[in-house]
């Protein structure tokens, strides 16, 4: 029993250590989306980027409402002063940003000039959205970057907000990053792992092996 136990235990501990990150809310590992500025500059209103240029969170305590605009300049997002959390299911960005691609099917009834079909989120006054003006959308490596191992600016990038009745935006910017070059792909990291698991439960077969012949605890 002890060396089955111990068996299942390693072999537990090193699947840990060997499992693929989720493959949710995965940003581009070359790329590097940093927020500027927020303005108007207001107390309590803060932007943030998750996971490199994957989602932005927006978190307000200002005691204003924060209007994000869509893509075409609609009502899209608004956390209100008391932290309630709510999205227009009229705005074309509500659809579009379900995925990474963007490539959705938009109903009719999502237009600019739609009266906006707000739906509560949440009421902790933080809203995490996916924003296609923040990350590179097209196939492949960005026209800017002609050598891989160096940072280069792809574009700066603005989406517009109110801020009670003031009118502002997310500033920021998108950057190539070289791959760091001690990062191992994880299909070595797995191997690595399983080859690791397997010399670790051969070593215990053998003093299991050794117990049993001599009659004494091996391990």
């Known amino acids: 029993m002890k060396f ?11 699947a840990v250590l060997a499992a693929p990150p989720a493959a949710a809310h995965q940003g ?3 790329m590097e989306s940093t927020v500027r500025a927020v303005t108007p500059a207001t107390d309590g209103v803060t932007v943030s980027v998750l996971n490199r240029d994957d989602q ?4 307000n305590r200002s005691g204003e409402t924060v209007l994000v605009e869509g893509y075409e300049r609609e009502p899209y997002a608004r956390v209100a002063a008391d932290g309630t959390v709510e999205v227009n299911a009229n705005s074309p960005a509500y659809y579009l940003n379900k995925e990474r691609d963007g490539e959705v099917v938009v109903p009719k009834t999502a237009k600019k000039d739609a009266p906006p079909r707000w739906q509560e ?4 006054g933080r809203f995490e959205w996916h924003d296609h003006r923040m990350h590179w959308m097209n ?8 050598d891989p191992d160096v940072r280069k600016k ?11 009745d003031r009118p502002g935006a997310i500033a920021g910017t998108l ?15 797995l191997i690595g792992a399983v080859i690791v698991i397997g010399g670790c439960i051969a070593v215990i077969v053998v003093r299991r092996r050794r117990e049993g012949a001599t009659g004494a605890e091996a391990w």
């Not at 068996?7 to 501990?13: D, K």
């Not at 792809?154 to 109110?162: A, L």
């Open 175 to 189: 950057t190539w990053t070289p791959t760091p070059g001690g990062d191992l792909p994880l299909p070595a990291i």
């Open 4 to 14: 089955r136990s111990r068996a299942l235990a390693l072999a537990a501990a090193m």
């Open 154 to 164: 792809i574009f700066d990038y603005r989406i517009p907000i109110e801020i009670g």
């Open 121 to 124: 989120v949440s009421k902790t």
């Open 28 to 30: 581009d590992p070359n």
């Open 139 to 146: 196939k492949g490596r960005p026209p800017q970057v002609t």
């Open 56 to 59: 932005l969170l927006l978190e």
